[in-house]
């Protein structure tokens, strides 16, 4: 377990009333990377003259999955319907020891579990998350789940995806853009237009990335070392950016599985080629994709990909050899570049319980606003 974070700052105004509405909320976020289960612990206020929120990640803590975890999430996709519910329910109680052996379950009135997405085919109508949000209410003594934060928009024939943006509408809208570089790139900002938050999926990131590093027996490409001894081989660079989805027109959303349908293939093209030539050409396509999302905006970047050097100078160059205009690139303290998702994650979820709504037609395509999650017990600020 990496040593918990803690920060006093804020990102987002707090309202000087004195007596705002406030919430204590857990969200626990693993994503696509599969690199670990993030726990972070926040504190939500709402003005109720104002009617605007404020919100503070307090604590937030990151645990490696243990390769025995990491290799059974891997392989569930093409497990028996039985071992899927084994697997979720042997997955969930993990999750909950992790949570009581971090001592901040007395502090909160709602957890918010994301659970680890399998599958994620909205065209066919569904999104799969791994976990069960009733096994956990009970592993928790009873504190108040909600989970399948997705499966509502979905029904509405949305992407399920990006749903951060409705945080981000919220809580940072003093940025232009808001860049999560996680195991996929995704990006939000307010359309010139009509003035409303739009938000997709750019493409592959660490999913990518970790992949390549994979082959020389790292985890990750720490700081981007491996990229920058590289060069970007041209073929494989035209090819990632010919990909079909990125000339489909918003909404759109990826998963997992595309990436290993039709990214990874391409590798093979290359067969020759060293791993750092294959990580130059990645970081590039990267950036490429971004920079043609962002448009130059001012735009904070959280996610494990801010830490890779090669990436963010890549975002910020002007070399001609990187498509798009450079990224006004701000990137927070580590515990809001880590822990952004858990702390975006639990406020979905609490706008769930109040009935607010949680995903945008404008940013997933679906036919309405909804709020979407299943909730087990009653938070302790509805009985008051």
Not at 20 to 37: C, N, Q, R
Not at 312 to 327: F, M, W, Y
Not at 360 to 375: M, N
Request: charge should be negative; hydrophobic fraction near 45%; include cysteine.
């Amino acid at each position: 377990m990496s040593p918990p974070l803690k920060s006093p700052s804020r990102l987002s105004h707090v309202s000087s009333n004195p007596e705002p509405a406030t919430f204590h909320v857990m969200g626990l976020m693993s994503g696509t990377s599969l690199d670990g289960l993030d726990i972070g612990v926040s504190v939500f206020q709402r003005s109720e003259e104002q009617g605007s929120w404020s919100g503070i990640l307090e604590c937030f803590v990151s645990i490696p999955f243990p390769e025995s975890w990491r290799n059974r999430l891997k392989e569930l996709p093409a497990a028996s319907a039985e071992n899927w519910f084994v697997t979720s329910i042997e997955w969930t109680q993990w999750c909950a020891d992790q949570i009581l052996a971090t001592g901040w379950i007395s502090e909160v009135d709602l957890v918010v579990f994301h659970g680890q997405t399998v599958f994620h085919r909205p065209h066919e109508g569904w999104t799969g998350q791994l976990g069960s949000g009733a096994h956990l209410h009970a592993a928790l003594n009873g504190v108040p789940v909600v989970c399948d934060l997705r499966s509502l928009d979905v029904a509405y024939h949305g992407q399920g995806a990006p749903l951060v943006p409705v945080v981000e509408e919220h809580l940072y809208a003093a940025f232009e853009g808001c860049l999560n570089l996680g195991g996929i790139a995704n990006f939000s900002c307010v359309d010139e237009e009509t003035g409303n938050r739009v938000a997709w999926d750019i493409g592959p990131c660490n999913l990518l990335l970790n992949h390549l590093a994979a082959r020389v027996g790292h985890v990750f490409d720490e700081n981007g070392h491996i990229a920058a001894k590289g060069h970007v081989l041209p073929a494989l660079f035209e090819r990632f950016l010919a990909l079909e989805f990125h000339a489909m027109p918003l909404p759109k959303s990826i998963g997992r599985e595309w990436i290993e349908d039709e990214v990874l293939p391409l590798l093979d093209l290359e067969p020759d080629a060293s791993v750092e030539d294959l990580m130059a050409t990645a970081v590039a396509y990267i950036a490429s994709v971004v920079r043609l999302a962002a448009e130059g905006k001012h735009t904070l970047v959280t996610g494990g990909g801010a830490y890779n050097g090669a990436l963010i100078d890549a975002l910020k160059s002007n070399s001609s050899a990187i498509r798009g205009l450079p990224v006004d690139v701000v990137i927070p303290q580590e515990i809001q570049v880590e822990g952004k998702e858990a702390h975006a994650f639990a406020f979905l979820g609490l706008l769930r319980v109040l009935g607010e709504p949680n995903a945008l037609p404008s940013v997933t395509g679906s036919r309405q606003a909804s709020s979407g999650g299943a909730l087990w017990g009653t938070p302790r600020f509805l009985r008051r």
